[in-house]
């Protein structure tokens, strides 16, 4: 049966996937051109994480090369990078831990206590984010001297505990929770920390799974502060420990080859942790 040319349009319309616009293509070609520039450096640095020392140094040699195993397996234990990752992967479980516990009681002190000069105390907290770690690194460094933490585990994880941004996101979610639920909590004699563990916390869990990535990467990224106030190798970080290879070399000549293997392993747990708590990532990014 024939079918009409007038009709032979509608039914391909329905049929194929309509055909990306001008503009579409544009957007589309931007978003691929962005995508290369953004993983190319991730990419070259796993290549040549696989080359020899003379290898790396072949500026046209980009193809993978023999030593991937040996590569590894010396930056891991002959430099003393797994120490290094572990150090580093233990300082962050425990500043997690210790930023979300100050954060969540001080936020529901915030939001459900009265108690004089509130407002003016909140102001304290945010006027903190203007003072990052490099403008206190001089008078923290003479506080932890004078109290014998330097080049302790206690003075390299105590100045990240307190985190204004988790104060300010926690206090905001806490306001969005209705009036109904604290005051069916209140009647019912729920104290405040179980309101916090029981109510707030489920009701929150969104919000802290994307800021405790978000801490997670921030504290695994640390560099000035734990270079400044750990002095035996054995108990630096992760990306100190990637300095230290960095400036191994034989022959005058940096083992990139070396460095760029410790550049792999290092940026491996921050992109699980980006993997894993991408949805709630996104979702604190938007209500913030």
Do not use: C
Not at 3 to 16: A, F
Not at 158 to 167: D, E, H, K
């Amino acid at each position: 049966m024939s079918v009409p040319p007038e009709r032979l349009g509608t039914r391909l319309r329905g049929v194929l996937p309509s055909l990306p616009s001008r503009d579409g293509l544009v957007v589309h070609g931007s978003l691929w051109l962005t995508l290369v520039v953004i993983l190319a450096p991730v990419v070259l640095a796993a290549i040549f994480s696989t080359q020899s020392t003379t290898q790396v140094y072949q500026i046209t040699n980009i193809l993978p090369g023999t030593q991937l195993v040996e590569n590894y397996t010396t930056v891991l234990f002959e430099y003393n990078f797994l120490q290094f990752m572990t150090n580093s992967l233990v300082m962050t479980t425990v500043v997690i831990v210790g930023k979300l516990s100050v954060s969540l009681l001080a936020a529901t002190a915030l939001v459900y206590y009265r108690f004089p000069y509130q407002n003016l105390v909140f102001y304290v907290i945010l006027f903190t984010l203007l003072m990052p770690l490099p403008v206190r690194i001089v008078p923290l460094y003479q506080l932890m001297a004078e109290i014998g933490w330097l080049n302790t585990f206690a003075g390299l994880t105590s100045p990240f505990i307190a985190s204004a941004t988790a104060v300010f996101l926690f206090r905001q979610r806490f306001r969005s929770v209705p009036a109904a639920v604290v005051e069916t909590a209140r009647l019912d004699g729920v104290g405040p920390l179980r309101f916090l563990v029981y109510v707030l916390i489920p009701m929150s869990k969104g919000m802290i799974a994307g800021v405790s990535a978000v801490m997670f990467i921030a504290t695994w990224n640390a560099y000035l502060w734990p270079l400044v106030v750990i002095v035996e190798r054995a108990n630096q970080v992760a990306q100190v420990g990637l300095r230290y290879i960095q400036g191994v070399g034989s022959e005058g000549l940096i083992e990139w080859n070396l460095v760029m293997a410790a550049g792999v392993l290092v940026l491996v747990p921050p992109l699980l942790v980006l993997l894993v708590a991408r949805k709630y990532l996104l979702s604190t990014l938007a209500s913030g």
